[in-house]
């Protein structure tokens, strides 16, 4: 069965940092186009990167320098690592996937994997 679970959101200051987490199971994340969104309240999905079979990472412009997305093949795993958090980037996060896509989109309908989602809160 094809799933995704994220986990490591949660409270932090405004400057702080945090890791998500996403691991994969039923597919291969190297054999796949990984993506984290973000969703705030009252908002629509946000996408905040993709990293794709070749391990090309992207990053939307908005977000670029503050958020970096990387695997770990070996674990199945897909990270997202955010430095400078401020009140803005609260939201629900989630990584998605088109498994056994190595090329990715930038529209979150062509994702049919979802998570369940992490929330993060940063307070200033």
């Known amino acids: 069965q094809v799933q995704l679970a994220e986990s490591g959101g949660g409270s932090v200051q405004a400057e702080g940092s945090l890791r998500l987490s996403c691991v994969a199971s039923?597919?291969?994340?190297?054999?796949?186009?990984m993506a984290w969104f973000r969703q705030a309240p009252g908002k629509g999905r946000e996408r905040i990167g993709t990293i794709r079979g070749d391990d090309s990472a992207f990053g939307a412009n908005s977000v670029k320098a503050r958020f970096i997305i990387s695997r770990d093949a070996a674990a199945n795993t897909l990270y997202l690592n955010i430095t400078g958090l401020a009140p803005d980037d609260t939201a629900m996060y989630y990584c998605?996937?088109?498994?056994?896509?190595?090329?990715?989109?930038?529209?979150?309908?062509?994702?049919?994997?979802w998570g369940q989602g992490t929330l993060v809160t940063v307070s200033s």
């Open positions: 039923g597919f291969s994340v190297r054999e796949s186009c």
């Open positions: 998605a996937a088109r498994v056994n896509y190595r090329w990715c989109s930038v529209a979150a309908t062509d994702y049919p994997v």
